[in-house]
């Protein structure tokens, strides 16, 4: 990526918390000379507090209908890399809207991976908990079988991320080519 192709919609990427949809979403903005956007950056401007103030003052239901707000705004604004929340995809009229208006990436990352990466930050609410490795490991249960939805997966690797940047390209650059085989680069 990108030999030639351009994309007409937005490149979507989901995942579990520390799976690295943003490190790798702002690689792959650049790659494709696309705008970069973190949807939970935007609902935190949106709501002018940071998530954990949001999830503290008004709970948690207020923070997903935010995000859906966002999110399906942020869909209309055409060609971007955008990084969602890793609980977005989980609405369903959020995933009906991705799936409607953008190619959707799941970053998929194994237990070890994820626990390892969510260490670095504790803004996250959901693992305000006594053992967040299993919080992640019931959140993986519950949500995997529905990122799965998403129309390309790619594993997220340890490591530089450009190595699983290079994979994410591949495969997008494949998912395009069957989507619009006419329109291919020469
Ligand atoms: C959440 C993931 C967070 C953030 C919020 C809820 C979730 O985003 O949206 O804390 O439900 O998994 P990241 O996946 O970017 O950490």
Known sequence: MNNGRSVERPVVLVGLMGAGKSCIGRRLAQRM???FV??????????????PEIF??????????????????LLESGPLVLATGGGAFMDERTRAAIRDKAHSVWLRADLDLLAKRVQRRNDRPLLQVADPRAKLAELMALRHPVYAEADITVDSQDGPPEATLER???ALERHL???APERAAP
């Open 33 to 35: 000379g696309l705008p």
């Open 38 to 51: 973190d949807a939970d950056r935007e609902i935190e401007q949106a709501a002018g507090c940071s998530i």
């Open 56 to 73: 503290e003052r008004h709970g948690e239901q207020a923070f997903r209908d935010g995000e859906r707000r966002v999110i399906l705004r």
């Open 168 to 170: 994410v390209c591949a």
């Open 177 to 179: 080519a069957a989507a």
